[in-house]
């Protein structure tokens, strides 16, 4: 079975600082891997996505994820935080359901990102 | 319109009360999603269907009782619901097998009374 462990319910930056959002993932196939983002009051809207092609995955709003496969992780970071990033963010893993029909995501808790001006 | 629209925004209903949930995608996709997201807890996968048919009821009660009349449309019909069914109801549509990942509506917030 697959599962995401997202570390740190809670991160809180300044302005123009880096941000890094940590996932983990466990998954007994290669694993498809998404960033999703979620403002206040609106549904998720996909950040970015893994597929087993690059390992650097450069997404929408300036952000980017590396898949490392030794460490079964694969964060989140955008060099230069801005206060539109303010939002939460869930990590999600793909994974085919018993029947082979489809591809279910299953995600993360979710990580509540502040960005202090 | 264009994307996945969810109507109503916002739902309070008794205990008693029979509701519905709308969901419409403009997109082409295949698939579609229930989930549900409660405060602290990871979002729930409910129910999927794929060309109109369920492939997945990730034992849900059935006070929840879903309905995908085509690939566009999807409705989740709620009654006799208990005050912890209370949460951002969200509903998805992908292409495929769902491998690029997911379009989300904006939910309907659902409060039990």
């Known amino acids: 079975a697959q599962s995401v462990t997202q570390l740190g319910s809670h991160v809180s930056v300044s302005e123009g600082a880096l941000v890094l959002l940590r996932c983990n993932y466990s998954?007994?196939?290669?694993?498809?891997l998404f960033w999703y983002v979620q403002y206040p009051n609106q549904g998720l809207q996909l950040l970015l996505k893994?597929?087993?092609?690059?390992?650097l995955v450069k997404g929408i709003n300036g952000f980017e994820a590396e898949f490392k496969k030794s460490e079964t992780s694969f964060h989140l970071t955008k060099p230069s935080a801005h206060m539109s990033d303010a939002a939460e963010y869930f990590c999600?893993?793909?994974?085919?359901?018993?029947?082979?029909?489809?591809?279910?995501?299953?995600f993360g808790k979710g990580t509540l990102l502040t960005v202090n001006p | 319109e264009t994307g996945v629209t969810q109507t109503p925004r916002h739902l309070v209903m008794g205990m008693t009360n029979k509701k519905s949930l709308k969901c419409e995608q403009h997109?082409?996709?295949?698939?579609m999603y229930w989930y549900k997201q409660s405060a602290k807890k990871p979002l729930e996968l409910m129910f999927v269907?794929?060309?109109?048919?369920?492939?997945e009821n990730n034992s849900v009660p059935s006070r929840f009782s879903p309905e995908c009349p085509n690939s566009s449309h999807l409705f989740l019909h709620l009654h006799t619901l208990q005050p912890e069914d209370s949460a951002l109801y969200l509903c998805?549509?992908?292409?495929?097998?769902?491998?690029?990942?997911?379009?989300f509506g904006s939910g309907t917030r659902l409060t039990v009374v």
């Open positions: 997109l082409g996709h295949n698939a």
């Open positions: 269907y794929n060309f109109k048919e369920q492939t």
């Open positions: 999600a893993v793909s994974a085919l359901n018993s029947g082979g029909s489809n591809y279910k995501l299953t």
């Open positions: 998954s007994s196939v290669p694993p498809y």
């Open positions: 893994y597929t087993s092609a690059a390992t």
């Open positions: 998805a549509s992908s292409q495929g097998l769902g491998l690029g990942g997911y379009t």
